[in-house]
């Protein structure tokens, strides 16, 4: 909670700025992204192209008859310098190659909680148990019963018991319960999937933005499942929705450094010691869109991980605007005039997540998209800077980069507005919907119910390249990009979406703001 800024764009809202759309974040680009980006895919040339120039040198040799190695070899042994020469620099390059190529990181399997149905929480059950609270004056009841029918999410959300118990009891101990029902319900799960050991994980992360207990959550999950002495464990707070992303980076980061290695990442959010409970309406929207979830995700970079892995992580891209103040402070933890605690809303919010997600996805094109794109892409831009051109300029099509997309699912709004802004169809946004229908807001952890949909549906073929993308407070807009290494089976899944899967998609109705 608290953690995603544009969660809460996901209803019009208080302040009433915030009723316009994302602005659209494509029609204007800056250079210093676009140089970024290729930055980037430069940095990473050498291996681009040396790679599958070496195999074709090898595909080559092999094709040679045995006779014109046995002339080849005639003509070096009487020199015998130049070959010991040639050797040692082939040998040098070779380990310079090597030990400097980035190691492949592979998506071994993940899996997502799933609460027990007497967590479910209706539309009706949650303003009756707020109202119960005697917290909430009537109007303000009545702006979350709005929030509620306009907000994308459906009857079958779940809520920890502590926020539902009449009278609530926000407790330590309580947070406690539902962070281990979380993380422990969705490493059970991805432990029972890939027969990894617990003893075998040697990275461990943990993201959960407004709960940082101490001993710590990554702690925790140490201590229920005796991890080594030696595992590196890291445990990030306060980094929003967005934070998912970021633990997948910097998970890929410590592979990069630790081979034969395997990193857990767990994500999620904490409900019960976060609720508000007063009347400031900028706090009051992630009480109505914030449900219970999580997720884990286990990674290798071993090569012998590569035939049963699901995916492999071909780019991750990171932005953060926390260097402007109009973004930092355009979702702000604080108290209200009574002193209670939560998350306000800045004015400025819907334009800052644009300027965010323009940004990343300015980086990130350059990486991604086919030549042909780039190229219009390019010679838009030049007429438009350059010569000072007056034309439109020109929206890559990323769907011919991306066959399916992860949308963090933080409300209806800015799923409608990415659609829009992307050109995307609603194919594309089903998983982003249902996800937010089906199971709310569950902050970090939302992209993998999403891709956890998009494998329940059968859709995900070998080959396939999975978008995913969210955004938090800070102001941050990650992505990450994956290439399935093979046909996921959705009669062989276990995740939460496969006992009713052939209920979706359902139909959201699209109805006008609250400001209107």
Partial sequence: MGSVPVDRIAVETQPESLAGGLPNFLGSIKLKYVKLGYHYLISNAMYIFLTPLIGVALTHLWTLPAGDFLRLWDQLKFNLVSV??????????????????????????????????????TREVFIKRSGLTGSFTNENLAFQRK??????????????????????????????????????????GLLEKTGVKSKDIGILVVNCSLFNPTPSLSAMIVNHYKLRGNILSYNLGGMGCSAGL??????????????????????????????????????????????MGGAAILLSNRWSDRRRSKYQLVQTVRTHKGSEDRSYGCVFQKEDENGGIGVSLSKDLMGVAGEALKANITTLGPLVLPLSEQLLFALTLAARKVLKMNIRPYIPDFKLAFEHFCIHAGGRAVLDELEKNLQLTEWHMEPSRMTLY??????????????????????????????????????KCNSAVWKALRTVNPAKEKNPWMDEIHKFPVK?????????
């Fill in 84 to 121: 010991i020469v040639c050797s040692a620099l082939v040998v040098f390059l070779a380990t310079i190659y090597f030990m400097s190529r980035p190691r492949s990181v592979y998506l071994v399997d993940f899996a997502c909680y799933k609460p027990d149905p007497a967590r479910k929480c």
């Fill in 147 to 188: 929030i509620l029918e306009r907000s994308g999410l459906g009857q079958d959300t779940y809520l920890p018991e502590a926020v539902m118990r009449i009278p609530p009891n926000p407790c330590m101990d309580e947070a406690r319960k539902e962070a281990e029902a979380v993380m422990f319900g969705a490493i059970d």
């Fill in 246 to 291: 970021i633990s997948i980076d910097l998970a890929k980061q410590l592979l990069q450094a630790n081979p034969n290695s395997y990193a857990l990442v767990v994500s999620m959010e904490n409900i019960t010691l976060n609720w508000y409970f007063g009347n400031d309406r900028s706090m009051l929207v992630s009480n109505c869109l914030f449900r």
């Fill in 438 to 475: 089906r199971f709310g807001n569950t902050s970090s952890s939302s992209l993998w119910y999403e891709l956890a949909y998009t494998e329940a549906k059968g859709r995900v073929r070998k080959g396939d390249r999975t978008w995913q993308i969210a955004f938090g407070s800070g102001f």
């Fill in 508 to 516: 959201v109705p699209r109805v006008a703001s609250i400001a209107s």
